[in-house]
């Protein structure tokens, strides 16, 4: 590479540090401020859904918020590989014009991968070896709290981070030219499922697991039982891999029934539900109608939430 192309890639990541450091903390503050914020407002709520006695004390708060920032920074090291990788050309990455279907295919794609990656990475720095220097910090929070998304020793981070630019370098070898905004949705993603993770009360409700088409979605208590012990659920999204691993906890579905309650329905459905003579002990049966409107309403909050969530951080005119 000449001096001409070096000095255009340094003058690139220059002018987009500060644009890096502004998105990668804006979507840890949003989505866990959010989150905290859920929580305190509707605190009655949350508090007949908390999933364990203990309270996240003072300093864990602080712990998980400033260790954060740092992971803040990691991101922003390798996002500017990433672009980097673009500029000399061994990154195929778009960021112009997409079809709907290329935004789909390739957010679900990265997704899929990512969750397998996270799984088996997740359980190797769980190696006695490995834990002490990777893992150790973000288990010291036993009681995790929305600000433990991002709660990782620099060489957890590192881990983490790595995955974008390995998955880019490897779908540019097979010709894929990926869309920006598909690993703008990714990342979105990535922080709002991480946060629900951390959030110490079961945000899902009663009747998920039970669902047949909703029970591979990984739940709060999944990951919470995961800080409680530290050998079972060691899934990101999804509960597959635990599954096919033998890795789920054995408790898991009975302790998220004792965790999960269904979501209040509105006052004209539950007039209807009422009027088909099921009385209000209905809420406890599972898989009654009470569930079943419950977990529909939370698959298509899920799915608003994880589009709505970028999309509102997007500046209008620029797409």
Do not use: C
């Not at 720095?125 to 973000?138: D, E, G, P, S």
């Amino acid at each position: 590479m000449n001096d001409g192309a070096t000095s255009d890639v340094v003058t690139m990541l220059t002018n987009h540090f500060a644009n890096v450091i502004y998105f990668d903390l804006g979507r840890y503050l949003i989505a866990a401020g959010f989150m905290t914020a859920l929580l305190l407002i509707f605190r009655g709520w949350a508090g007949r859904r908390k999933i364990q006695e203990r309270k996240a004390a003072r300093q864990d708060y602080a712990r998980e918020v400033l260790s954060s920032l740092r992971t803040v920074l990691v991101f922003a090291v390798t996002t500017l590989l990433t672009l980097a990788g673009r500029e000399l050309g061994v990154i195929e990455l778009k960021l112009e014009a997409f079809t709907l279907f290329t935004l789909i295919w390739q957010t679900v794609l990265m997704v899929l991968v990512h969750d397998a990656y996270f799984y088996w990475m997740h359980r190797a720095i769980h190696h006695k070896k490995l834990f002490r220097a990777t893992h150790l910090h973000h288990h010291k929070s036993r009681t995790p709290t929305p600000w433990a998304a991002y709660s990782f020793s620099s060489a957890e981070a590192a881990l983490e981070a790595v995955f974008v630019p390995l998955f880019l370098l490897t779908t540019s070898l097979f010709g894929i030219a990926y869309a920006g905004f598909a690993i703008f949705l990714f990342l979105w993603h990535m922080i709002l499922r991480n946060v629900i993770g951390h959030a110490g009360h079961e945000i899902y409700p009663a009747g998920w697991v039970d669902n047949r088409f909703f029970s591979w979605w990984n739940t709060t208590t999944h990951h919470d039982l995961h800080h409680s012990e530290g050998r079972h659920n060691f899934g990101l999204y999804f509960t597959w891999w635990d599954k096919w691993m033998g890795t789920e906890h054995p408790r898991y579905k009975e302790e998220f029934r004792a965790n999960a309650l269904p979501i209040r329905l509105p006052f004209p459905l539950r007039i209807f539900r009422e009027s088909k003579g099921t009385g209000s002990k209905l809420a406890r049966i599972p898989g009654s109608s009470a569930e079943k409107a419950s977990v529909i309403t939370m698959a298509l909050f899920s799915a608003a939430v994880t589009l709505g969530g970028p999309l509102s951080a997007v500046e209008l005119g620029a797409f």
